[in-house]
Every structure is written in C-alpha cells, then in structure tokens.
C-alpha cells in the first residue's frame, strides 16, 4: 500500500500560511507528498519555504493561475486537481495549505487505509475539524462552521477537487474547468475516522488576516471587485471578542512549536466585552446562526441539523 499526501499553495509567507508545518504533520505518513506550487508574486519565498524541509518525499510542480478561466474559486479546485494528478498512492491525502494533523492521529489513519484499501466501497475518509479563531487557544464550534469534511481519498482518476476546493466529487468525463457544476457529479463514499485536521487559516495578526481576507475575494470575486470593496474599507478585521468562544485545552501538533512560537498579536484582539456595533458581523455572529448553534449544542437530535453534507457516509 501506497499512501500519497497533496496540496497547493503560493504567496505563503505573505499571506501567514503554516504550510511547512502542514507538509511536515503528514510526512511520516505518506511516501510522497506533492505540491501544486503556483506562480506567485515577485517577493514570494514559498519555493525555499519548502524546499528547507529537505525531504526527498516532497515534489513541487511549477503551475500557473488563471482566474478568468477559473472564476468563483475554482482556481482553488483546479490547482488541487493537478497536484491529485500527479499521485501515485492508492490513498490520497490531501492539506490545504493551512491545514494540520496532530502527531496522535496519524497511527489512525494509517490504520484505516489498510482497513479498507480492499474496500472498494469506500471511496474516501472524513476527518473531523478544529477551526481556531484569533489565536490558539479558541475556536470556534457554531453552526456556520464545517464540522467534518473529506480529506483522504481514492486514487480514481474520476474522483475530483470540487466548488473551491473545500471537499471531493466524482465527476465521470469531467472536463477539469466546471469545477462548479453539480450536474453529472457524485457524492463519494466515505467512512467517518476519529481524526482531526487542525485549521489554523484564522489564526494571524489582524493586518495580515486582512490581506488573506483579499485574496480570498480576489480568488471568488475577481480583482475589480475587490478594488471596489477595498474603497470602502470592507477588508478591516476585528476578530470580536473570544471570550464568547470554546477554549481549546488540548496540545498542538509538534510541527507547529516554531510557528505558534511567533504569535505576538495579544494586545490586539478582544479578549472580554462585547463585538464592536460598527463593523460587519461574521457568519458565525448573525442572529440566525447563533439560534442554530444554541438548537444544535442543547436540543437532542438537532447535532447536525443543516449541516451541508458533500458525501454519504458508510456504515462500517
């Protein structure tokens, strides 16, 4: 058995991604790890980032991004879909680049691929998430934010990144534009692992969180919005207060000692109070998310009530 890990990524130390740390957390596990590595600024050191890891495991494959063939966040997709293309395990595995899996989960999954690699049936594996928010040591548990998703697959040639990236289609003659198109596609089958990936994509100082915010626009909206939106100072960031979220108590992975080391934005985030009544509320702060987190967290039965669900989960 072969297991393969994937990923994409460009602009990394700009835009504050733990992708060292994220590439490292699976190394153990994978005998090659491939990285769609894309065409980034000029100031953009994401190349020797990588490259310091000196792992004989990890090839880079030079790519080039198109946002007007790739709208919406399918350039996302689409990068993912060329790194999955050059695996050669019979398990893929795939990290984003801000995605990372704690050193006591790795026996798990290596437990499941051997499991099931003659499972047929199972066509791919669901991890569950942390998501921290602001620094890390909270994170946030309401219903706006994805609990589970499928990160280690299949290697089928018909299995494909889908929408931004987010999760895994089956898309048969898939033409590797459309990554949007619901028509045609097939959720995968998947069975659930007591895992965890842990997402540290809204952990960065609040400058810094405010040009990832861009990207991202820029990424789904095109640059002309994004230059709209910017006049308008709609990409200024306050966390809220953490207060009003879970705390973790656990232990991060060992891969990110260095990076969690270079946290010194304490002074500004918010820490007690209430959420300033001038800024736009986050998803997770609307009035109807905050009654779905209060149904889900106290009514039995309502766990996952409206979770959006991109598979179908097996009994095993």
């Known amino acids: 058995m072969k297991i393969s890990g994937f990923s994409m990524v460009k602009n990394a130390e700009k835009l504050y991604y733990p ?15 491939v990285i769609a590595l894309g ?30 063939k790739f709208p919406r966040g399918t350039e ?10 050059h695996c050669s395990g019979d398990w893929l595995i795939y990290l984003q680049a801000d995605e990372v899996i704690h050193e006591k989960y790795l026996p798990v999954i290596e437990q499941a691929c051997h499991r099931y690699l003659q499972d047929e049936e199972v066509e791919g594996m669901l991890l569950k998430y942390v998501h921290f928010w602001g620094d890390y040591y909270h994170y946030q548990d309401a219903h706006s934010w994805y609990k589970k998703e499928i990160r280690i697959i299949r290697n089928h040639p018909d299995i494909h990144s889908w929408e931004s990236a987010q999760s895994f289609r089956k898309i048969p003659g898939f033409d590797y534009v459309n990554y949007r198109q619901q028509q045609g596609t097939y959720k995968l089958q998947v069975v659930e692992l007591d895992a965890y990936v842990y997402h540290y994509g809204w952990v960065r100082p609040p400058h810094l969180m405010k040009n990832k915010t861009k990207a991202l626009a820029t990424i789904h909206k095109g640059q002309k919005k994004v230059e709209e939106m910017d006049l308008k100072r709609q990409f200024t960031f306050d966390y809220g207060p953490l207060n ?19 946290f010194d934005w304490h002074e500004h985030l918010q820490y007690s109070g ?43």
Do not use: C
């Not at 705390?247 to 080391?261: D, L």
């Open 39 to 68: 065409d980034g600024d000029e100031d953009d050191h994401t190349r020797e980032i990588i490259e310091k890891i000196n792992s004989d495991k990890i090839r880079i494959i030079d790519t080039v991004w198109d946002l007007e």
């Open 19 to 33: 992708i060292r740390p994220a590439i490292e957390s699976v190394l153990p596990l994978v005998d090659e790890f």
């Open 274 to 316: 209430e959420p300033n009544p001038n800024r736009k509320k986050h998803k997770h702060e609307t009035v109807k998310n905050r009654v779905f987190t209060w149904m889900k967290h106290n009514i039995p039965g309502m766990k996952e009530a409206g979770d959006f669900k991109n598979y179908i989960l097996l009994k095993r």
């Open 244 to 262: 009003m979220l879970k705390e973790f108590k656990g232990t991060h992975p060992k891969v990110m000692r260095n990076w969690i080391a270079k």
């Open 76 to 85: 996302n997709a689409h990068q993912t879909d060329i790194a999955k293309e």
